[in-house]
C-alpha cells in the first residue's frame, strides 16, 4: 500500500530532477506557468514509477509470506510426524526376562 512518505519522496525526486533539468540545459521559460507542465509530468513519472513498483513489492510480500506459511505448515507436520515415542514391544519373543530367554541366558552363559 503506498504511503504518504513514499509519494512525498517520489513527488520531491520528480520535482528536483525537473529543476536539475532546466538547469542543466539553461533554458529560460516567458512566463512561469509555462514552466507547469515540464514539473507536473516529472513528478507524475517519479509517482507513476513509485505505484508500480509498490504494487510489485506488496505482491512479492504477499507471496512470500503465503510461502513462508506453508513452510511452517510442512516443518509441524514433520516434526508431528517425528514425535513418537518408543512404546514398549510387546511381542512375547521381545521379553528377555521370561523363562525361555533366562533358560538360554543361563546355559548359555558358559560358551560366552
Known sequence: MPTAAGLLFSSALGLLSRRLQVLLVGKTYPRS?????????????????????????ENNRKL??????ILREQRAKKAAFHEFEDEPDHRWTADKRGRFFSLLDKFGASYK
Open 33 to 57: 506557468w509555462d514552466r507547469l507542465p515540464g514539473y507536473v509530468l516529472s513528478t507524475g513519472v517519479f509517482v507513476g514509477g513509485y505505484l508500480v513498483g509498490d504494487h510489485y513489492v
Open 64 to 69: 512470500l509470506e503465503r510461502r513462508l506459511t
